[in-house]
């Protein structure tokens, strides 16, 4: 899946807390995908966690959470820290 522009100009600043973590850009699909949709959002995640200066993320942490009996979509899940040094 190619990087939309918006996520590139936010990953410029910020880290992407998934991808961080140790999850590849394009392997959350975080939409619940029905074949009979007529949008092909299948390969979509809309949840994001940016980090940005002290905060990191615990290595392996990312996680999809939820079902399709709470929402049409999965949450991201990362634990995060923050570095001791200023």
Same mark, same amino acid.
């Given at each position: 899946?190619?990087?939309?522009?918006?996520? =590139?100009?936010?990953? /410029?600043?910020?880290?992407?807390?998934?991808?961080?973590?140790? *999850?590849?850009? #394009?392997?959350?699909? @975080?939409?619940?995908? /029905?074949?009979?949709?007529?949008?092909?959002?299948?390969? @979509? =995640?809309?949840?994001? &966690?940016?980090?940005?200066?002290?905060?990191? &993320?615990?290595?392996? #942490?990312?996680?999809?959470? *939820?079902?399709? #009996?709470?929402?049409?979509? =999965?949450?991201?899940? &990362?634990?995060?820290? =923050?570095?001791?040094?200023?």
């Amino acid at each position: 899946m190619d990087q939309d522009p918006s996520y =590139r100009l936010l990953n /410029d600043t910020f880290d992407d807390a998934w991808v961080s973590s140790g *999850g590849s850009f #394009s392997e959350l699909s @975080s939409y619940y995908f /029905d074949e009979s949709d007529i949008y092909d959002i299948s390969n @979509s =995640r809309i949840d994001y &966690v940016w980090l940005y200066g002290t905060l990191f &993320v615990v290595p392996n #942490s990312h996680l999809a959470l *939820g079902s399709k #009996s709470i929402s049409d979509h =999965r949450g991201i899940s &990362v634990e995060i820290t =923050r570095s001791s040094s200023s």
